[in-house]
């Protein structure tokens, strides 16, 4: 098959790869008809996350047609429609039975916080990922759902990931009516954080970006109020100031560590791999929230150190919120939010490659080029 291979720091491209085979009687694997880019990849294309290996398939986000199932497989029919969280996931353990599918304790050897993530370096588990012709799917009866027939495939893949992030978000933020939240970053997690704040009641919405065309986005799709923040001195008080100086009640961080990655970030976090990425955006959140506020996390960091302002967060009596997203978890409430209009993710749609140009769809996105804020993955037929 043809797949997504890393090469190096900045350096994917296609190449031939072995099509999976089942290897457990649950397995499913299943040919791929859509996938994504993720501002979550970007770390891996920068090398800012640690054991990335060469040969590896990135893609957590991805829809396609039944292919084969296991011998166990009971859910799942060859040819069914099927979209995949990003979670790879038991279902039965501990943490599984709870509902939280992002820390499955059965499914990634290598860390005791995070479960498994396809395409997401040895990390997570060393999962081969989704832009790519075919994918192993593990666990077949518990991630992957059938699309619902009257849902498109732009919106279905967007809600792999991209879209439940973002929900979960706000849902993080403990939103009471009335609220002020303001959400740190305008990428698409963000701006479908903005917009779900508002289902959760908010009373003001702010995001704060850098990019004009993501921050045009957030005003006429997620219907916010907006900061530049290269347009201001200080974006703390900037917030502040606009929150008649006492914070806001929440703030999501839908940023973690910066895809750009600068230069003490590359140091400490791709070279000496002390660090798993820049903390600004987190110290904005500590910083701009009010006394006794809520903090909603849902950037992606490295499993290791940053550098937080902790000791602010406990003295300003802050509540931290925050985790990989249990997609699954959202779906039955996304699902009516789609149906009934009230987000329509492909609408955030920006870009559309097949995937032997996937050198230059990462390209793009990186350098933020063209207005790119959300690519998509098209591979050819098998």
């Not at 003490?264 to 929230?289: E, F, R, Y």
């Not at 602010?312 to 039955?332: F, I, S, Y």
């Amino acid at each position: 098959m043809k797949a997504m291979v890393y090469r190096g720091p900045y350096k994917v491209r296609v190449e031939d790869k072995p099509r999976p085979k089942i290897e457990h009687p649950n397995d499913a694997v299943i040919r791929v008809t859509l996938a994504a880019i993720c501002g979550s990849d970007l770390h891996l294309y920068h090398g800012l996350m640690p054991d990335t290996r060469i040969g590896h398939t990135f893609g957590h986000e991805f829809i396609g047609v039944v292919e084969v199932v296991g011998s166990s497989v009971q859910n799942l029919t060859v040819g069914d429609r099927v979209m995949v969280p990003f979670n790879i996931y038991c279902g039965t353990c501990w943490f599984c039975s709870r509902g939280l599918f992002s820390n499955c304790h059965n499914v990634n050897p290598n860390a005791t916080a995070v479960g498994g993530i396809y395409g997401y370096s040895h990390t997570t588990g060393g999962y081969d990922g989704g832009q790519s012709q075919f994918v192993r799917v593990p666990f077949a009866d518990v991630g992957p759902s059938k699309i619902p027939d009257w849902m498109a495939d732009e919106d279905a893949v967007l809600l792999t990931d991209m879209t439940a992030t973002g929900y979960f978000g706000a849902q993080l933020a403990d939103v009471v009516e009335g609220d002020t939240v303001v959400v740190l970053g305008a990428g698409p997690v963000g701006l479908v954080a903005a917009r779900s704040a508002w289902l959760m009641g908010a009373g003001r919405v702010i995001v704060v970006d850098e990019l004009d065309e993501r921050l045009e986005r957030a005003r006429t799709w997620a219907y916010a109020e907006t900061i530049n923040f290269t347009h201001v001195d200080d974006v703390v008080l900037e917030m502040k100031k606009q929150t008649d100086f006492l914070g806001a009640d929440s703030v999501i961080d839908c940023v973690g560590a910066e895809a750009d990655g600068n230069f003490t970030q590359h140091l400490t976090g791709a070279k000496l791999k002390l660090q798993g990425g820049s903390p600004v955006a987190l110290n904005w959140a500590i910083d701009g929230v009010r006394k006794g506020g809520t903090i909603s996390v849902i950037g992606a960091y490295g499993p290791v150190p940053n550098a937080v302002k902790f000791g602010d967060a406990m003295n300003k009596g802050l509540t931290l919120r925050m985790n990989q997203a249990p997609v699954k978890r959202q779906w039955p409430r996304l699902f009516e939010h789609v149906k009934a209009g009230h987000i329509r993710p492909s609408e955030l749609v920006t870009h559309r490659f097949p995937l032997e140009h996937i050198s230059e769809a990462y390209h793009v996105f990186s350098s933020k080029l063209d207005g790119c804020i959300k690519p998509l993955v098209i591979p050819e037929a098998a």
